[in-house]
């Protein structure tokens, strides 16, 4: 991959990063569409926020524990997210994780949840 198209990914990336809460939901600017396989061997895809992101060597996405996306990967990680703009669309390709360690929690659920209610809410399990 070369350097520009790379630049492009992370800036497109950021721009998607952190559209989490109320006065948000009526637009489509930070969401992402999620590929992964369903228990079938198809693909499936749903619209994601991105939480957090470190360029695309990371992107973190929250869902609850018991959501179908959870299902989806525990029984295959391969993913894949596809980010558009006016100018140009990426799709990046690789595996996905299931963290419900305390700390990324915390470093995770806390930080989206004051930023979007603007309160101390508990925490839950999410997906990244």
Same mark, same amino acid.
Request: glycine letters at 6%.
């Given at each position: 991959?070369?350097?520009?198209i790379?630049?492009?990914?992370?800036?497109?990336?950021r721009?998607?990063s952190?559209?989490v809460?109320k006065?948000? %939901? $009526?637009?489509?600017e930070?969401?992402?569409? +999620?590929?992964?396989i369903? #228990?079938?061997?198809?693909?499936?895809? =749903?619209?994601?926020?991105?939480?957090?992101?470190?360029g695309?060597?990371?992107?973190?996405f929250?869902?609850d524990i018991?959501?179908?996306?959870v299902?989806?990967?525990?029984?295959?990680?391969?993913?894949s997210i596809? %980010? $558009?703009?006016?100018?140009?669309m990426?799709i +990046?390709?690789?595996?996905? #994780?299931i963290?419900?360690?305390l700390? =990324?929690?915390r470093?995770?659920?806390?930080q989206?949840?004051?930023?979007?209610?603007?309160?101390d809410?508990?925490?839950k399990?999410?997906?990244?």
């Open positions: 991959m070369n350097q520009k790379i630049e492009r990914a992370e800036e497109l990336l721009s998607k952190n559209y809460g006065d948000n %939901l $009526a637009g489509m930070g969401f992402v569409t +999620l590929a992964l369903d #228990e079938n061997g198809y693909p499936s895809q =749903s619209s994601i926020t991105i939480s957090k992101t470190d695309i060597k990371s992107v973190t929250l869902t018991n959501s179908n996306k299902k989806k990967i525990r029984k295959c990680n391969k993913a596809s %980010l $558009a703009s006016p100018e140009y990426i +990046l390709k690789g595996t996905i #994780e963290l419900t360690d700390e =990324s929690k470093a995770n659920w806390q989206v949840l004051q930023e979007a209610y603007n309160a809410l508990p925490m399990i999410g997906v990244f």
